[in-house]
């Protein structure tokens, strides 16, 4: 009797560790030990010079951050490295020398997404950004991109307008967001059901005034089909602009078609500076749960990608259970169109 006791016994040993390593493993960040699943609803493929530690290792990051899914960019320019700079920049800071637009971001980022087996696939959700926003012929290249890669991109973004230094280091015009060449992208996102990612600084570091709001405003408003995201809540680094609470209460109240995501530096200036959630931006993501969503904001590069997700927590803790899921994941599914 004694050794089919043991058997068993080893059966039921090997069985729980089986159970462990599924438990455990890549691919159900539910399991990962978070308290939050998580969306990232912003982030870049590309650096500034167009290079990437890879799609592999971008998946590897969200399955230890125990992210589930993505919205993913290329990046719309690329930094000049000119014959005179002994050093080659990578950021868009780096040094004096512009950038430019850059239309085969969007080629690398469909072309590493083929690759990947349908189920890592489906967890991705591409954007095309490679256009000139003060070009009438940009949306010409999104239809492009949509016809070479039918089925694949749920969305345009991230459109850089207004980006503190960025702005005077781009080639050419100055791209608003109610600029009139980007009327005919806009009425295309809204025929195709494609939400916009903007990145558009809604006001400048030495006034702290919402100088550049009605530029913004103006584009919800005369699109009013047209699904727009506001990135990193018009926010940029030094810019701190005194009620931004209530321009963002008295848009979501205006503008059903309107968005945020709250990436980047807005997070730890205005939402929860040291790492406290500000009372006053809790009770506007209870008022609008529906309305804003996180993300990373990476830039081709991984290696903090589970720090820069995972701060998330401290402001999804803050929230009652349900507005924190929305925020957490649920938002980002709303409003991207089904596939």
Not at 14 to 42: T, V
Not at 84 to 107: C, G
Not at 191 to 215: C, M, Q, R
Not at 261 to 289: N, R
Request: charged content about 25%.
């Amino acid at each position: 009797m004694k050794k089919p006791i043991s058997i068993i016994v080893l059966v039921l040993v090997f069985a729980s560790q089986i159970f462990a390593q599924n438990a455990l493993s890549p691919g159900q960040p539910e399991k990962a030990g978070y308290k939050y699943r998580i969306n990232d609803a912003h982030c870049h493929y590309l650096d500034f010079v167009q290079e990437t530690d890879g799609i592999d290792v971008l998946l590897e990051q969200m399955d230890n951050a125990g992210v589930d899914n993505i919205v993913l960019f290329g990046l719309s320019v690329t930094k000049l490295w000119t014959d005179f700079d002994r050093e080659r920049p990578i950021y868009y800071d780096d040094n004096d020398a512009p950038v430019y637009y850059y239309a085969f971001t969007d080629v690398i980022l469909a072309e590493a997404i083929k690759k990947l087996p349908k189920e890592q696939k489906d967890r991705i959700y591409p954007m095309i950004c490679g256009f000139n926003p003060v070009d009438k012929n940009g949306v010409d290249h999104i239809k492009r991109m949509v016809e070479m890669y039918p089925g694949l991109w749920v969305g345009i973004g991230e459109v850089f307008f207004r980006h503190d230094d960025l702005t005077r280091m781009t080639y050419g015009r100055n791209p608003t967001a109610n600029c009139a060449s980007m009327e005919p992208v806009y009425e295309y996102a809204a025929e195709k059901n494609l939400p916009v990612w903007i990145h558009s600084d809604i006001g400048d570091p030495i006034s702290n005034k919402a100088t550049f709001l009605y530029e913004m405003e103006e584009a919800v408003k005369d699109h009013p089909k047209t699904k727009m995201v506001w990135c990193h809540i018009g926010n940029t680094r030094g810019v701190n602009v005194k009620g931004l609470s209530e321009i963002t209460i008295r848009l979501l109240k205006a503008y059903p078609n309107l968005y945020y995501d709250i990436s980047w530096v807005v997070f730890e200036q205005i939402i929860a500076p040291e790492g406290k959630p500000d009372p006053e931006w809790v009770a506007i993501f209870e008022q609008f749960p529906t309305r804003f969503m996180v993300g990373t904001d990476k830039i081709g590069g991984f290696s903090d990608y589970v720090q820069t997700i995972r701060k998330y927590d401290v402001l999804l803790d803050a929230l009652t259970p349900g507005t924190a899921k929305k925020l957490a994941s649920e938002n980002m599914f709303e409003l991207l169109p089904k596939r």
